[in-house]
């Protein structure tokens, strides 16, 4: 969500008589939105300013109106919050990834506690969310070992990320403070290269990921036709040289919703990364999900993990991946079914079972929509169930019939705080289980990102 959607804003009036785009007006910031908007009410009427920090006074253009809400844009700030600081990044004034350059970190994450609580209570209809502080991730810059770059239809402009005032444009970001050093200088070295290449190619998104086992990042291209004969010529080159340990090539419809959808294709080198959490390693297949933030997802799957219990438990895992979460869930000897519906992560899963010695783990290879509707209709229960769903959460009334599988508690690791409020007001809908606690966590520092354990329990 960025801002403009309704998970993101608060309750609101009718709009003000004579408000219009184009419109200059005076507000006072309150609150920071979901998303990262300056929150101001003309007249009770819900306004969203870009950049703009609670307790100050500003001057706005109004950029966009609808019944809910309006959008400005600051022209002026008349009056500066004293903790507005100086951003780091050269590019924060032009560049979309970041929201929040201009707040300390320490209130970055008091901000995003009260976003959790804001949206829990809005759209949960919790009265008192059992939020707690946000965990705060190891480091604030130079922690992300994957990010996804899109290409410009601009002649001689690189792929890079979209741009603040016009998400369809492309800025390209050398110097970006996100992602790990040397996972940047790849994308820097690349650029040189990328700027030439043809766009007649239909080269997409670029992809760039790395592992704590080794220093070179794989890329994978997505794009709607098949690899250009100069792209295949420049994948060789770079493996060889060390730049990429490999390049890949994934063709997709631009109609699929998927990120991972399409098959891909062995440009040169090798398909996978390597990554260590904990005393476990994993092989991740480029294109396939996994954390961004390692250290950080680490820490959480030891939280989840330590909320199942000691003993020997049944638990039904949604969304399994890569296999990572699974394995800290299967420690001790716990009875774990694991669910997932693409089939190359599936496959990753169960050879990162093996290769770490887990061989009791059920894997179950399905579309989780259906899987969800028949052990519902089956009767079918586990103590726990364990879930780390995509953006849009679970599938509509998914959350009511999963209420009717698990017996004793319920641990949603939900990457969008909007969805999670609207699944926990499913689950907690006919009284039979209840919101203990909610963990926020800050994988994705000085950006909108939010992501959120919640514990349900029955009673």
Known sequence: ???????????????????????????????????????????????????????????????????????????????????????????????????YQALPYPLQLESKRAQVRELLQRIGKVESPPVGAVLPAPASFGYRRRMSYTFSDEESVGPGLHRRADP?????????????????????????????????????????????????????????????????????????????RGVLWMQQDSTRSRPEAGKSQLLAGVAYVEEVLAEFRLRIPAGTFFQANPPLAERIFQEIA???????????????GVGALTLFLARGGRRVTAVEGNPDSIRAARENARLNGFHAIEWIQADIRDSIARWARDGAAFDILALDPPRSGLPRDGARQLASVARRRILYLSCDPATLARDVRDFISDGSWRLKEVLPVDFFPHTAGIECLAVLEKG
């Open 168 to 244: 369809a444009a492309v800025l390209e970001v050398p110097g970006c403070l996100l992602p790990e050093p040397h996972l940047q200088r790849t994308y820097e070295r690349l650029l040189e290269d990328l700027r030439s290449l043809e766009n007649s190619q239909s080269s997409r998104h670029l992809e760039l990921q790395s592992g704590s086992c080794s220093p070179s990042p794989v890329a994978l291209f997505r794009g709607g036709s098949l690899p250009s004969r100069e792209l295949r010529r420049l994948a060789d080159t770079w493996v060889q040289g060390g730049i990429l």
């Open 306 to 320: 330590g909320r199942c219990g000691e003993g020997q438990e049944s638990i039904l895992e949604l969304y399994a």
């Open 1 to 99: 969500m960025d801002g403009s959607e309704p998970g993101a804003v608060p309750d609101s009036s009718l709009p003000p008589a004579g408000l219009h785009p184009g419109a200059q007006v005076e507000l006072e910031i309150g609150t920071l939105a979901y998303g990262g908007a300056g929150v101001a009410r003309l007249d009770g009427f819900v306004v969203l300013v870009d950049r703009a920090l609670p307790g100050e006074r500003i001057q706005a253009e109004i950029t966009h109106l609808s019944r809910r809400f309006a959008r400005g844009r600051v022209l002026q700030i008349v009056s500066s919050s004293p903790h507005r600081q100086d951003p780091p990044c050269r590019h924060e004034p032009f560049c979309g990834g970041c929201a």
